[in-house]
T-cell receptor, first 115, second 113 residues
Framework: AQSVTQLGSHVSVSEGALVLLRCNYS??????LFWYVQYPNQGLQLLLK??????LVKGINGFEAEFKKSETSFHLTKPSAHMSDAAEYFC?????????????FGTGTRLKVLA | KAGVTQTPRYLIKTRGQQVTLSCSPI?????VSWYQQTPGQGLQFLFE???????NKGNFPGRFSGRQFSNSRSEMNVSTLELGDSALYLC???FGTGNTEAFFGQGTRLTVV
């Protein structure tokens, strides 16, 4: 069965500092991996996705993530945090090879950006 | 293009009642999935519909049901509401084939009192 683990339910960084949100996955088949962001009282917005190909994935708002098969990780980074980055971030895995298109989400990491 | 539209945005119901939530996917998308989000359980998959057929179902009781219409719009129904059903219900649409991502609506906040 597939699963996703997000380390750290809360992360605080100073404005301008590096953002690093951790995600490890478990999958018996090549995974499709996603990062979503959720602002208060909103739905989920896709930041970036990994399906196949290049292991360094660039997303919106300056975020990127690197797929590391050997470490089963897909950590999200941003070189310089902005106040507007404060939100909750979810890592998700999907096994679309079985045709189910079911996402398994991590428990989320709430990012706080300090002025 | 228009995004995923969920109606209503907010809903208050009494225990024992039933509720129907609606989701209009992005034009051209044939897959609609539903998720329940609560502080305690996080985001949990309810079910997915593709071309009017339920393709997958999560571990929820039979009180939770759904359907999809020929225009890909979807509804989910919860009968005999319990306090624990209070949650944000999110709908996601995708093409449903290949390596395409899901796009989420803003959700329906259901409060059961």
């Amino acid at each position: 069965a597939q699963s996703v683990t997000q380390l750290g339910s809360h992360v605080s960084v100073s404005e301008g500092a590096l953002v690093l949100l951790r995600c490890n996955y478990s999958s018996s088949v090549p995974p499709y991996l996603f990062w979503y962001v959720q602002y208060p009282n909103q739905g989920l917005q896709l930041l970036l996705k990994y399906t196949t190909g290049a292991t360094l994935v660039k997303g919106i708002n300056g975020f990127e993530a690197e797929f590391k098969k050997s470490e089963t990780s897909f950590h999200l980074t941003k070189p310089s945090a902005h106040m507007s980055d404060a939100a909750e971030y979810f890592c998700a895995v999907s096994d679309v090879t079985s045709g189910t298109y079911k996402y398994i989400f991590g428990t989320g990491t709430r990012l706080k950006v300090l002025a | 293009k228009a995004g995923v539209t969920q109606t209503p945005r907010y809903l208050i119901k009494t225990r024992g009642q039933q509720v129907t939530l609606s989701c209009s996917p992005i034009s051209g998308h044939r897959s609609v999935s539903w998720y329940q989000q609560t502080p305690g359980q996080g985001l949990q998959f309810l079910f997915e519909y593709f071309s009017e057929t339920q393709r997958n179902k999560g571990n929820f009781p039979g009180r939770f049901s759904g359907r999809q219409f020929s225009n890909s719009r979807s509804e989910m129904n919860v009968s005999t509401l319990e306090l624990g059903d209070s949650a944000l219900y999110l709908c996601a649409s995708s093409f449903g084939t290949g390596n395409t991502e899901a796009f989420f609506g803003q959700g329906t906040r259901l409060t059961v009192v």
